[in-house]
């Protein structure tokens, strides 16, 4: 069974930092890409970063330079630190993860059960 599990949310002031981190256990045959996604209330979840096996990352157009997401693939772990932050940015965020698991081997699409994010202003 592979689990994601965030931490780190929390609330902060506007122009405040936060990371996020996403654990992800289980039974991994490979970890392939890993993302963050949010969904603030009332809305529809969005897409954040994404970051490929290789370091590859991803951003959505409108938070390139606040948010850089970063992962360490030893501990199967991924990162998202988000600075400059805005009461817009205010949601839930979800760890994603595309994995491949050790049974059945086949590419399975995972999320996290999500940490909440509140920017004051």
């Known amino acids: 069974q592979v689990q994601l599990v965030e931490s780190g949310g929390g609330l902060v002031q506007a122009g405040g930092s936060l990371r996020l981190s996403c654990a992800v256990s289980?039974?991994?045959?490979?970890?392939?890409?890993m993302g963050w996604y949010r969904q603030a209330p009332g809305k529809e979840r969005e897409w954040v970063a994404r970051?490929?096996?290789?370091?590859?990352?991803n951003y959505a157009d409108s938070l390139k330079g606040r948010f850089t997401i970063s992962r360490d693939n030893a501990k199967n772990m991924v990162y998202l630190q988000m600075n400059s932050l805005k009461p817009e940015d205010t949601a839930v965020y979800y760890c994603?993860?595309?994995?491949?698991?050790?049974?059945?081997?086949?590419?399975?699409?995972?999320w996290g059960q999500g940490t909440q994010v509140t920017v004051s202003s």
């Open positions: 970051i490929t096996s290789g370091g590859t990352t």
């Open positions: 289980g039974s991994i045959f490979k970890i392939s890409s």
């Open positions: 994603h993860g595309v994995i491949i698991p050790n049974s059945p081997p086949t590419l399975t699409t995972y």
